[in-house]
């Protein structure tokens, strides 16, 4: 039973459009939610995070939102070709408080 | 600062066979973590320490054993490797207890292949 669900594996975009990656969690308890991002060849590295009494967290180009049920997204604006990678959404909550890994959503930026 | 390394890079291990996949942080993080990582599936926790001589499960630790050999160091050990142990093995660590707001700094990963 999959708790967090990233529905779009690939995404591609041209450079300077807005990207939207989206993240669907089961677990009420899960109440701080952080996105990940990957590289090929390397770890994921930490991008940005919400806590869930939250609608909004920017940083950059970079927009988290927190506005439905169960749902958030990622906003990239603009897209850059260097944002090219792995997405994962990472609630965390619950028991033990660790985090979830969704399955990942691999974004191309195209020039 | 070299963060968090892990050895080896890539292994090719036999079923049965035995081996350790190790992992050094320099950062004086208290809390170190070892996750793998399956073809369409996110990272999953295999096991996680919280502080030096203290470990725990996480969601799937069948087959692994772990050390927490000083507060640097994390070892992970197959004992029988098994071709559903194939996957890329990611270790982290982050600066105190693990909470969601403590983040996660990791490592670049071992491929690791059970034939």
């Not at chain 1, 806590?51 to 997204?73: C, M, P, Q």
């Not at chain 2, 070892?34 to 069948?62: F, H």
Request: proline share 5%; charged share 20%; with cysteine.
């Amino acid at each position: 039973d999959q708790q967090v669900k990233q529905n779009s594996p690939s995404l591609s975009v041209q450079e300077g459009r807005i990207s939207i990656l989206n993240c669907d969690y089961t677990n009420s308890m899960f109440d701080y939610f952080l996105w990940y991002k990957k590289y090929p060849a390397e770890g994921p590295t930490f991008l940005i995070s919400i806590s869930s009494i939250k609608d909004k967290n920017e940083d950059g180009r970079f927009t988290v939102l927190n506005k439905s049920a169960k749902h958030l997204s990622l906003h990239i604006v603009p897209s850059q070709p260097g944002d090219s990678a792995v997405y994962f959404c990472a609630p965390a909550g619950g028991y033990g408080n660790k985090l979830v890994f969704g399955a990942g959503t691999i974004l191309r930026v195209k020039s | 600062n070299a963060g968090v390394t892990q050895t080896p890079k890539f292994q090719v291990l036999k079923t049965g066979q035995s081996m350790t996949l190790q992992c050094a942080q320099d950062m004086n993080h208290n809390s170190m973590y070892w996750y793998r990582q399956d073809p369409g599936m996110g990272l999953r926790l295999i096991y996680y320490s919280a502080s030096e001589g203290t470990t725990d499960k996480g969601e799937v630790p069948n087959g692994y054993n772990v050390s927490r050999l000083n507060k640097r160091e994390f070892s992970l050990r197959l004992e029988s490797a098994a071709p559903s142990q194939t996957s890329v093995y990611f270790c982290a660590s982050s600066e105190s207890s693990g909470g969601p707001t403590d983040t996660q700094y990791f490592g670049p990963g071992t491929r690791l292949t059970v034939l």
